[in-house]
């Protein structure tokens, strides 16, 4: 089953408020990546958290990896039109002898006016 | 940035017949290339992992004889989805990663696939 999981699924905000994205694996990840994907688009990375704890900012946004690990944030301040999309959270399972990206469940932003 | 380019964009094709889809990595070369394949409003679910000059692993529960995977160059690795059937119309994304280990990775822009 998936062992990235992300809430909430769905999310529908007005524009100027504030946005959250939980992410948490059932197991320890090497990184967390982030991506955005468009309606209709591909995902496209936004970044990524190496280090235990470690607190990375992009304009409005704010991406938080947890101390264990195992789990990560994504914060959209005072959103915008413009950030409506799906947002993943992706990690590297070692499974066997591969390490592979396993995506989020996602979370799916509407930013209305 | 790395640039991944996937072709066609979109394809309908009947049931029965095959479709190739084709991922080119434009400006690096790319020993290993991921497909994945997502259905309306989920999530990526890796179908296999492509690689150059030996034969591509596929995750478990994909059929291998039915996803075709070829990887015969350093910039070109190509999916068929032979005997299509209505069940297998959904959206496939290749993608390639930047050298190093656990890097990021570059998505195609997908192929929406409609079997009718």
């Known amino acids: 089953g998936q062992q990235v999981m992300q809430i909430p699924q769905y999310q529908h905000v007005q524009e100027g408020e504030d946005f959250t994205t939980y992410c948490n694996s059932s197991t320890t990840l090497s990184n967390i990546q982030w991506y955005k994907q468009r309606p209709g688009g591909h995902p496209v990375f936004l970044i990524q958290l190496v280090k235990s704890g470690e607190v990375k900012k992009q304009k409005r946004l704010t991406f938080q990896f947890g101390e264990a690990k195992k789990n990560s944030s994504l914060h959209i301040t005072a959103t915008q039109t413009t950030d409506v999309g799906t947002y993943f959270c992706a990690g590297y399972l070692n499974t066997g002898t591969a390490s592979k990206l396993t995506f989020g469940t996602g979370t799916r932003l509407q930013v209305t006016l | 940035g790395a640039v991944v380019s996937q072709h066609p964009s979109w394809v309908i094709c009947k049931s029965g017949t095959s479709v190739k889809i084709e991922c080119r990595s434009l400006d690096f070369q790319a020993t290993t290339m991921f497909w994945y394949r997502q259905f309306p409003k989920q999530s990526l679910m890796l179908m296999a992992t492509s690689n150059e000059g030996s034969k591509a692993t596929y995750e478990q529960g994909v059929e291998k004889d039915k996803f075709l995977i070829n990887h015969a160059s350093l910039t070109l690795s190509t999916l068929t989805v032979t005997s299509a059937h209505p069940e297998d119309s959904s959206f496939y994304i290749c993608?390639?990663?930047?050298?190093?280990?656990?890097?990021?990775?570059?998505f195609g822009n997908g192929t929406r696939l409609t079997v009718t």
């Open positions: 993608s390639a990663r930047d050298p190093g280990v656990n890097s990021p990775l570059h």
